[in-house]
């Protein structure tokens, strides 16, 4: 047994967890009792015996895992052990639980346990619905049901669309820049092991005292800083989320400007490298910023500080500013790498380069600058001062010019091309585009000050964050499973299964959100468990579909499951795409490349006999694996440029 | 696209219009923002109808670009073939820009002119001095004297409403109304824009008599879907006489405008210290 426990792996993270939360229950008895202060405070917002474990606990669970096994020896000046990629690639499902630098693994369990937190918050939505079908409180009391909202947002955010587009991007990226990993695979495995802490914070304030967090998931101040025991367990998981997301981010941004295969300049990235280019810069800027607004509403309630304390001389309307800071370049977050992954299934299922290539990776950069002067449209009747209202309607107005750009070249890439609609994740590219755009138009009228003055905090704004997060975000995030699940699995999804899935998923999102943009507008507000008889008839539709979209999910989860256990071998490039990543086989060897691909032509240079975007032979320009290399390398016939 | 004639583009704007226009009256018809009852509700509703007629142009181009294309450029089954190696089109991509840019920018000065409108100073304003707590309202006539936990106002009357907050953040909303700010714990009643910077003065003007709800709209607690108050508009006349049946402020009332300071207090007693 002492074997077992001298290597890492999951009893020695348990043993680390245990002596971690010990010692970290330990140090807080031993300073109260020096102190002379009761040593268990249990008033609601304080139980630093518990706070202090919670964050003591998960870090020893980590070290025993092995996540800082190099970083320690390193540290102390001993020999490292020289990796033996043992901990590389994934021959049985065990290897999935275990701490594993290669990037395809930790790709699938990103994606596999982000899944998992959609499905949860899934049923707390379903939990939400259940309470609105009728006028009256029927399923829950209202305490609880404003937990089930709060929880349902923040496990959708930090849990799931957040987290998935880094798994999706994970897995695809480094095979797509022709890399064989990421820049810093011990960190990235380090990144993904944090995710599953901090939903396990956010899940457990359901079972202390006082029940799950329910300030919303923005937790303004006052409310977060009064309230009971869970709601600190939301301020210890965003730091858990939010650090896993930043050092993401830093190992994407390193990734992608040192190691692109030779050959790949900028301007022949493909857009899913553009899109994540741009994602990590908003990651890093922002999320400190939520996890600072987060530390001092932790801190109000913890340790007596007065930030956001009135009486006191505190700022409240300052949480908001400081939260919305991040929150609105996390929308972008949760949107961009969509993009990417929409750029590439239209070129690949319409055979044509992506319109407008340049301007498409000039219109994300313009997002990123622009992401950051926009968050006071949250705030336009918090009671924040009157001047920076118009400025922040200005740019936010601004913000939709590059956004409808990429709309219009989409559309753009569509004509003159041969459209194939067979296949599932063009289905979801195509709906998306619709659906976003809906989205995108509430958002337009909600940048608008009268209007948002009359619809703030109603269920137009839930309408609005439904229509993008969903029609937008999940939308895409389908598109990108359904388009790189041969590549992951070496397996071919059932498209029929497919199809069922995205129609019964479209029809359902619209029929359950577009009603709420017209009940909002009459009067009713949101994160109410109660509402006034007038909006009965609506919410009980609303609720009919969403429970009908809830279950069209499983369709898909059973294709999932079904089809990468028994479905038809996939081959190298079942969709004839041009990235990289279809140059090996589905699924990769472990070390992606046998040779360094060598990139000569743009990303989508279809409609170009020969072209070629990168080769896998090295060395002489004439042998290569499939027809002669157009006759000048590096441009394409047609009229563009690279 | 490249081979679009004249003819083509002409027939697909025609249907983009004709689109639009189906839709826009469809979405113009239902009173979706429900009765005017506020001299900035009508402002407001104009301001909300352009920006339904500018979406469904948009909306409708984008579904008419993808119908076509859809209906155009599919692929007939068996087809390996790609599409024509087109990489963009300049002169396109600026228009696309510009155009989004012209609207967003119109729409931005049409709404700053409707806010500079709606929140335009009258000079007979009446005070009133809301207060929230979880989970109930109070109204203070502060000139008269008077309290109540509903909000009544004279028809045709500006109301310039001075918000605060005994405990944690709420928010004023009559829907009829269409005005609505944060009350905001740590606000000064007398000194709306000093030290604390909060701007918590809004201005309405309600026109239609009726009876109606506060709603509030800023998550605060178990209680937040069931904190509502009575919002009636009456005639001056009946408005007068209410007024003079209210209850006097008591002194040292919390949280009042006259007595001044904030804290911790109960609405149902509705007095104690400062």
């Not at chain 1, 995030?477 to 069922?500: A, S, V």
């Not at chain 2, 005070?127 to 109930?136: E, G, I, K, P, S």
């Not at chain 2, 209850?247 to 009332?253: L, M, R, T, V």
């Amino acid at each position: 047994m002492t074997a077992t426990l001298k290597q890492p792996g999951w009893p020695r993270a348990f043993l680390g967890a245990l002596l971690g939360g010990a010692f970290g229950f330990g140090l807080v008895v031993a300073l109260r009792a020096i102190s002379g202060l009761e040593i268990f405070q249990t008033e609601q917002t304080g139980y630093p015996h518990v706070i202090v474990p919670a964050v003591t606990a998960p870090i020893g669970w980590l070290i025993g895992f092995g996540a800082f096994d190099y970083w320690f020896r390193w540290a102390a000046g001993r020999p490292t052990i020289p990796d033996d990629h043992s901990s590389h690639g994934a021959y049985s499902w065990k290897d999935y639980f275990k701490f594993n630098t290669d990037h395809k693994v930790i790709g699938i369990q990103y994606i596999v346990t982000t899944f998992a937190f959609f499905f949860i918050g899934g049923l707390l939505a379903m939990g939400i619905r259940a309470e609105l079908a009728q006028p009256g409180t029927q399923v829950v009391d209202p305490g609880v049901y404003n937990g089930l909202f709060s929880t349902h947002a923040a496990i959708m955010i930090f849990l799931f669309i957040v987290p998935v587009f880094a798994g999706i991007a994970n897995y695809v990226l480094p095979l797509m820049i022709g890399a064989p990993d990421m820049a810093f695979p011990r960190l990235n495995a380090l990144s993904f092991w944090m995710l599953p802490i901090g939903g396990i914070l956010f899940l457990a304030s359901f079972v202390v005292p006082g029940g799950a967090f329910d300030a919303g998931w923005t937790g303004y101040a006052p409310l977060s800083t009064g309230a009971p025991l869970g709601q600190s367990f939301f301020n210890l998981g965003v730091q858990f989320a939010g650090a896993s997301s930043i050092a993401t981010a830093l190992n994407f941004l390193v990734t992608i400007v040192t190691m692109r295969a030779p050959g790949m300049s900028f301007w022949r990235m493909p857009l899913l490298v553009w899109a994540n280019l741009s994602t990590s810069l908003l990651v890093v800027g922002a999320t400190p910023f939520v996890a600072g607004a987060q530390f001092m509403v932790l801190f109000d309630r913890v340790l007596g500080t007065n930030f956001f304390e009135a009486a006191a001389g505190g700022d409240v309307i300052s949480y908001q500013h400081i939260f919305w800071f991040y929150s609105h370049p996390a929308v972008y977050i949760m949107m961009l790498p969509g993009f990417g992954i929409v750029s590439e299934v239209i070129s690949t299922h319409a055979r044509k380069t992506i319109f407008g290539y340049r301007l498409m990776a000039l219109a994300l950069l313009g997002i990123v600058v622009l992401a950051f002067a926009v968050w006071a449209h949250h705030m336009f009747v918090a009671g924040m001062f009157a001047w920076l209202r118009v400025p922040m309607m200005i740019t936010t107005l601004l913000i939709a010019v590059p956004t409808g750009i990429k709309i219009f070249s989409w559309l753009g890439t569509l004509f003159d091309s041969k459209l194939h609609l067979e296949n599932t994740s063009m289905l979801f590219a195509l709906g998306f585009i619709v659906t976003f755009v809906i989205g995108g138009i509430s958002g337009v009228m909600l940048g608008m000050i009268p209007i948002d003055i009359h619809v703030s905090d109603t269920y137009f704004v839930v309408a609005h964050l439904h229509f993008v997060l969903f029609g937008g975000s999940v939308f895409t995030i389908y598109c990108g499973i359904y388009h790189w699940f041969p590549k992951m699995t070496g397996r071919m999804y059932d498209e029929r299964l497919g199809r069922w899935h995205f129609w019964l998923t479209a029809i359902a999102m619209l029929g359950t959100f577009i009603p709420m943009h017209w009940i909002g507008m009459e009067g009713m507000p949101r994160r109410v468990a109660d509402y006034a008889a007038q909006f009965g008839d609506w919410n009980l539709f609303i609720t009919v579909f969403s429970f009908i979209l809830g279950v069209a999910q499983l369709i898909f989860v059973y294709n999932m499951i079904v089809s990468w256990r028994f479905g038809p071998k996939a081959p190298a490039n079942p969709w004839r795409a041009k990235t990289i990543e279809w140059l090996v086989s589905s699924p990769p060897p472990v070390f992606n490349f046998d040779e360094i691909p060598r990139v000569v032509g743009g990303p989508y240079e279809f409609g170009v006999p020969g072209a070629k975007h990168a080769i896998l032979t090295e060395g002489e320009e004439g042998a290569d694996v499939g027809g002669p290399e157009p006759a000048v390398v590096g441009t394409a016939s047609g009229g563009g440029s690279d | 696209m490249k081979d679009m004639t004249p003819a083509t583009f002409l027939r697909l704007l025609a249907v983009t219009l004709l689109l639009t226009t189906v839709a826009s009256v469809l979405m113009l018809i239902p009173d979706w923002n429900g009765l005017q009852g506020s001299a900035e509700a009508k402002d407001i509703d104009t301001l909300t109808d352009v920006m339904i007629v500018l979406s469904a142009f948009v909306f409708s181009v984008v579904m008419v670009m993808m119908g076509y294309a859809i209906w155009k450029y599919r692929a007939k089954p068996g087809d390996e073939s790609d599409g024509e190696p087109i990489h963009g089109n300049t002169r396109l991509e600026v228009v696309w820009t510009l155009i989004p840019t012209a609207i967003v920018l119109f729409a931005g000065v049409y709404a700053t002119l409707v806010l500079d409108d709606i929140e335009a100073e009258a000079a007979d304003s009446m005070r009133v001095d809301v207060t929230a707590q979880q989970f109930a309202w109070r109204f203070d006539y502060v000139d008269a004297g008077k309290t109540s936990t509903e909000l009544h106002a004279p028809s045709g009357t500006q109301l310039e409403l001075h918000l605060q907050a005994l405990d944690v953040l709420h928010s004023f909303w009559v829907p009829e109304w269409r005005i609505k700010r944060d009350l905001v714990p740590g606000a000064s009643l007398d000194d709306p824009e000093g030290d604390a910077d909060i701007d918590n003065v809004v201005r309405v003007t309600p026109t239609v008599e009726g009876t109606y709800s506060v709603v509030c709209t800023e998550l605060c607690g178990w209680g937040h879907s069931v904190m509502r108050a009575v919002a009636k508009t009456e005639s001056p006349e009946e408005f007068e006489s209410w007024l003079s049946e209210q209850k006097d402020i008591p002194e040292g009332q919390v949280g009042t405008g006259v007595a001044g300071g904030n804290g911790a207090g109960s609405l149902a007693e509705g007095q104690s210290g400062g």
